[in-house]
């Protein structure tokens, strides 16, 4: 789209002035309506996407350039209603209330209008210029839904554009919507309630002085009613008597009705919404394929005993396509790299030389070691993603998770977890309560991600054997539930049950998963090989210089006394703070060989593979973790995990000694 | 008959009937650590004022009327069960017989108040469902926040909690149990009074259940779906 911003003239009716001003766009709707999708279509950036609710946690930013004009477009996460309650809705909430986008896109799911028109009631409340997009069309148009776009924008005062987003249909529509927008701010028509609540909003109205809150005086009236804590703190300050008159209202309002004064707005707003859906919808054959599709594989995926074995065999089968794959791409890469320039220590000798030979062992050590675990993992986690399988994962564990006082929607980040903990840890924001979230991050920053996999992988399971490697997760999960469940005793607050949507699983689409695919391993590649390459040659340097000995000397009572571990580990753990795929290197290069069984016993490679998974978590997810939750509980979270790793290194290598 | 021993008895086929349809007299006696002879006698005279069905050698059902009251007294026990062992911090032991001496002295009134104190619980101590009340009303939130008291008049219909419909039944939601932010989030996602629901199916060690609204389906926690009460279609209730 981006590649016909220069011409002009090809779309009749607008005149595009050269306008230097920046517009801001933001995209809103329902969680998992395709709001990712549509952002990348519009802007080019890969915001990742995947196929459950909740994947957007924080705003994404692009630049859509179109007819000359330069446009900012602002992803913002799922959001079902304004009265938001967990924090991925309350970044929506603030950013259409405050910061005041020139247009909103609404993009709603054709197959559930209903729900998602009740959002765009509440958005229009908001007054700011808006556009609707009807996605999925496809998916409706396979359950026989038909839509009247045209009727639908009558009806709402607004462009409504039907669009397919995943495979950029209605897109080019959808932006010359958007450039009209800017320049014509189309407002959607007020939904009146019924009479006894419009009259009370009257008389709020007439009360509330110019500009109280920053709102649209409507929008603000309708929160007082609705008894929004954030409302009525923000006009208390500048008119006490409002409020009060507003809450009084509310009471009465709650005595006419009998229910809570948010449930009868509600209520009326989903009238309002039946009333729109019945004008413009008409469903042509019930009976409709792609749902009895969900439905069957729904029957295997969430019955009693298969279903649980399928999470069985998914997770396994993770692990052991990951090593198969890999063992099998690093073997290939291996041969072809030796052909060129064989691995080899190289003490002394001039600077350049130490510069170049550890340059070259971190290429070797990224290529062979990293990149061909990683990315089958990335696929085939891609593939649960995007085909709706993690929901059902949440569904089936939810009252596993209990125990450990969390539900259901943990399981998103920890099986995120297996991928980076980083993003893992920040989508731990789709949990509500703030205590649950925690506990969530916590667990997360144990499970085995894809460099701690690659550790595991390229140490036991390589030099050792594959059932050991499968070991060592067992032997994680465990201890992810028994803490989860002494951090469950630990940490006060309440555990508040899981609501959550199911969406349809679809067949995942083929540009997507391997689009999810690059971004991942892109950005890994991106880091891993320069960073490969600098660490290398650090530590080839520093090794030279003989600056490493007073480190490992130091750390000696850990990793020698306690641990068993050869001498120079020490530095390697040091290494491994900054990414734990950074072991692997320093191995490489202090050692001199990609053969670790030459240089540690089978005991001692799994001792090394258990520390490196357990100890100091990275530092990017130290970052993370302290970003959300503080530097206190970060380092206390370091410190409980070094600890830990250090006892039951201690433990395992007495033990695997009887056996090995 | 004592009021409180009918009343124990209607508890007791209602229990042996809701497992096993009919109640059978050996069933009873033994429920009821009474002598089958005993039995025999009390369910003709339960026959004769219009609870049960009693058919000699095969055992007895409750009729509308004998079903309504049961629950009415299940109700009152699972309520004073949560008062006993939540509020007076009882042994969790001796709970059930001490609910059991006080249900059949409890008065609507003292019910309603008990209810209201306890914050509308959903469940006993023990875990079972305890049913909503006949009053009419569409939320809790009438009864916890009146200042006055509210028109005594019953509903008419008998409502179940959404998860005890079968999957693929449907209802039509009456009434949403429980405090103010859980009932705006399931109104929010489109689960509005008189909106039709269908149990799609229950995962399984009551998981969460799954619910179709308005062309959706929501995985809902076991424990905030009990709040959900549906009159469901397909059977009249008595």
């Known amino acids: 789209m981006s590649g016909c911003g220069n011409c002009e003239g090809c779309l009749t009716g607008i005149k595009t002035p050269v306008d230097k001003r920046e517009y801001v766009v933001a995209l809103a709707g329902n969680a998992n309506v395709g709001k990712s999708a549509t952002f990348n279509q519009l802007t080019g950036v890969d915001q990742e996407i995947g196929n459950w609710p909740g994947k957007t946690v924080e705003r994404a930013e692009g630049l859509l350039q179109y007819r000359g004009q330069r446009i900012r477009v602002i992803d913002l996460p799922g959001i079902y209603s304004i009265t938001a309650l967990s924090t991925e809705e309350q970044v929506s909430r603030e950013f259409i209330a405050h910061d005041h986008p020139d247009v909103v896109v609404n993009i709603v799911d054709a197959s559930a209008l209903e729900r998602n028109l009740f959002f765009t009631l509440q958005l229009g409340e908001l007054g700011s210029p808006m556009i609707v997009a009807v996605n999925q069309m496809d998916l409706a148009t396979q359950k026989g839904i038909r839509i009247d776009s045209g009727k639908l924008s009558a009806l709402l005062g607004v462009p409504v554009i039907p669009t397919i987003a995943t495979q950029g249909k209605g897109i080019t529509e959808l932006s010359d919507a958007i450039i009209r927008a800017v320049h014509d701010r189309p407002t959607p028509y007020t939904i009146p309630y019924g009479k006894e609540v419009e009259d009370r909003i009257r008389s709020i109205l007439g009360l509330l002085p110019a500009g109280a809150g920053g709102y649209p005086p409507r929008w603000t009236a309708i929160k007082l009613l609705e008894g929004d804590p954030d409302t009525l703190w923000e006009v208390r300050k500048q008119a006490p008597d409002i409020a009060q008159t507003a809450q009084a209202y509310a009471r009465e309002l709650e005595k006419i009705h009998g229910e809570p004064v948010g449930m009868v707005l509600s209520g009326e707003r989903y009238h309002a919404s039946e009333r729109l859906v019945a004008e413009v919808m008409e469903i042509h054959t019930p009976g409709d394929q792609e749902a009895s599709l969900t439905e069957r594989i729904d029957r295997l995926a969430l019955h009693p005993v298969l279903g649980y074995l399928l999470l069985i065999l998914t997770i396994g089968g993770l692990l052991v396509w990951t090593f198969i794959i890999g063992a099998w791409i690093s073997a290939i890469l291996l041969s072809y790299l030796s052909l060129i320039a064989p691995v080899e220590p190289l003490i002394t000798g001039s600077v350049s030389d130490v510069i170049m030979n550890g340059a070259w062992t971190g290429f070797v050590a990224a290529l062979t070691l990293i990149i061909p675990y990683v990315i089958p993992f990335y696929l085939f986690l891609a593939l649960i993603e995007d085909s709706g399988f993690l929901t059902r994962f949440s569904l089936m564990l939810d009252r596993g998770m209990h125990k450990m006082g969390l539900h259901g929607k943990a399981i998103i980040p920890l099986v995120l977890g297996f991928g980076c903990t980083v993003p893992a840890c920040l989508s731990c924001r789709i949990i509500e309560s703030p205590t649950q979230k925690l506990l969530a991050a916590f667990l997360v920053t144990l499970v085995p991600c894809s460099a701690r996999t690659v550790v595991i992988l390229g140490v036991v399971a390589a030099f050792v054997n594959i059932w050991w490697a499968l070991a060592l997760y067992l032997f994680d999960f465990i201890l992810i539930v028994v803490l989860g469940r002494i951090a469950f005793r630990v940490l006060p607050g309440e555990s508040v049950g899981m609501i959550m949507e199911m969406p349809d699983y679809h067949a995942p689409s083929l540009p997507i998963v391997l689009g999810q695919t690059y971004q991942r391993t892109k950005s890994l590649i991106g880091i891993v090989l320069p960073s490969y390459i600098v660490g290398s040659i650090v530590i080839t340097a520093a090794y030279a210089l003989g600056l490493l000995e007073p480190v490992n000397t130091l750390l000696s009572p850990v990793t020698v006394l306690l641990l068993g571990l050869p001498l120079m580990t020490g530095v390697v753990f040091i290494f491994g703070i900054v990414r734990k795929e950074m072991t692997l290197l320093a191995l490489v290069a202090i050692f001199g060989t990609t053969v670790f069984s030459t240089i540690m016993t089978p005991a001692q490679l799994i001792v090394f593979s258990l520390v490196t998974m357990l100890y100091v978590p990275c530092i990017s997810t130290i970052m993370a973790v302290a970003q959300e939750f503080g530097w206190k509980k970060a380092l206390g979270i370091t410190l409980l995990e070094t600890a830990l790793a250090i006892l039951s290194g201690a433990v395992a290598i007495r033990l695997l000694g009887l056996f090995l | ?238």
Do not use: W
């Open chain 2, 1 to 238: 008959m004592a009021s409180e021993q009918l009343e124990e008895y209607l508890e007791s086929i209602l229990d042996i009937g809701e497992k096993e349809g009919i109640a059978k007299t050996s069933a009873i006696a033994r429920c009821m650590k009474v002598s089958p002879a005993s039995v025999t006698e009390a369910l003709q005279t339960l026959a004769d004022k219009g609870y049960v069905n009693y058919e000699p050698y095969k055992g007895a059902s409750l009729t509308g009327l004998g079903r309504e009251m049961a629950r009415k007294v299940k109700r009152r026990h699972r309520l004073l069960e949560v008062f006993l062992s939540d509020v007076l911090h009882i042994n969790r032991e001796n709970v059930h017989d001490e609910a059991c001496r006080m249900e059949h002295t409890l008065s609507d009134k003292t019910e309603c108040a008990l209810c209201k104190m306890l914050h509308a619980p959903a469940r006993c101590p023990h875990g079972s469902l305890i049913e909503a009340c006949d009053r009419d009303v569409e939320s809790c939130s009438a009864c916890l926040q009146e200042t006055t008291p509210l028109s005594t008049c019953t509903r008419d219909e008998h409502l179940v909690p959404v998860t005890s419909l079968k999957p693929g039944q449907k209802g039509t939601i009456a009434f949403i149990r429980g405090d103010n932010s859980v009932v705006q989030r399931l109104t929010d996602l489109g689960l509005t009074l008189r909106t039709d629901v269908q149990l799609v199916r229950k995962a399984p060690l009551s998981g969460p259940v799954e619910i179709g609204v308005r062309k959706t389906r929501l995985a809902i926690d076991h424990a905030i779906a009990d709040h959900i009460f549906v009159s469901a279609c397909g059977k009249k209730a008595g």
